[in-house]
T-cell receptor
Framework: GQNIDQPTEMTATEGAIVQINCTYQ??????LFWYQQHAGEAPTFLSY????GLEEKGRFSSFLSRSKGYSYLLLKELQMKDSASYLC????????????FGAGTRLAVHP | GAVVSQHPSRVICKSGTSVKIECRSL??????MFWYRQFPKQSLMLMAT?????????EQGVEKDKFLINHASLTLSTLTVTSAHPEDSSFYIC?????????????FGNGTRLTVT
């Protein structure tokens, strides 16, 4: 089966750095996605990792360790608009684009 | 970029009635679309995979006779919640992949907030 774990909630200060962790268990591995979702809105794609290491994209970076079944999303220079839920997701084995999502981490950025 | 349009964005209906939600890929074709449901402060739960030209495949625990899915064309999938009850009140979101490879991100519609009274 597949299982994804993320912290439920996090808080951080504007301008700071925050790391959101995700651990996963899958029967096969075809990469890991991070999505951002503001309350009441659709998720938007942030990143995809399939190889070990850090992928940097502006203020957001995502890291993957396949051997540890672990990923994190790193948000730098936090802004108030970064307050949202961050969802970790993996494709189902053999399911190509069929994604299974973690419960999401609700991040609150305060002044 | 790829755009998925979903409507209505919000619907209120009475218990026992049926509600249809449409999901369209506006500038690309989608042979497959996915329907998710999301309860407050919870994550997205995959309900079913909509397949153009064939029957939808449902995830375990999802009643196919209650949640009717029709993928009428390469750009349109509909979800009909039949005989809706208050426990069906939720946020329903459709999505379509931007490609057929594992690294193709899903493009989501803006969701439909269903409230059954």
């Amino acid at each position: 089966g597949q299982n994804i774990d993320q912290p439920t909630e996090m808080t951080a200060t504007e301008g700071a750095i925050v790391q959101i962790n995700c651990t996963y268990q899958t029967s096969g591995f075809n990469g890991l996605f991070w999505y951002q979702q503001h309350a009441g809105e659709a998720p938007t794609f942030l990143s995809y990792n399939v190889l070990d290491g850090l992928e940097e994209k502006g203020r957001f970076s995502s890291f993957l360790s396949r051997s540890k079944g672990y990923s994190y999303l790193l948000l730098k220079e936090l802004q108030m608009k970064d307050s949202a839920s961050y969802l970790c997701a993996v494709p189902l084995s053999g399911g190509y684009n069929k994604l299974i999502f973690g419960a999401g981490t609700r991040l609150a950025v305060h002044p | 970029g790829a755009v998925v349009s979903q409507h209505p964005s919000r619907v209120i209906c009475k218990s026992g009635t049926s509600v249809k939600i449409e999901c369209r890929s506006l500038d690309f074709q989608a042979t497959t679309m996915f329907w998710y449901r999301q309860f407050p402060k919870q994550s997205l739960m995959l309900m079913a995979t909509s397949n153009e030209g064939s029957k939808a495949t449902y995830e375990q625990g999802v009643e196919k006779d209650k949640f009717l899915i029709n993928h009428a064309s390469l750009t349109l999938s509909t979800l009909t919640v039949t005989s809706a009850h208050p426990e069906d009140s939720s946020f329903y979101i459709c999505s379509a992949p931007g490609g057929s490879s594992y690294n193709s991100p899903l493009h989501f519609g803006n969701g439909t907030r269903l409230t059954v009274t």
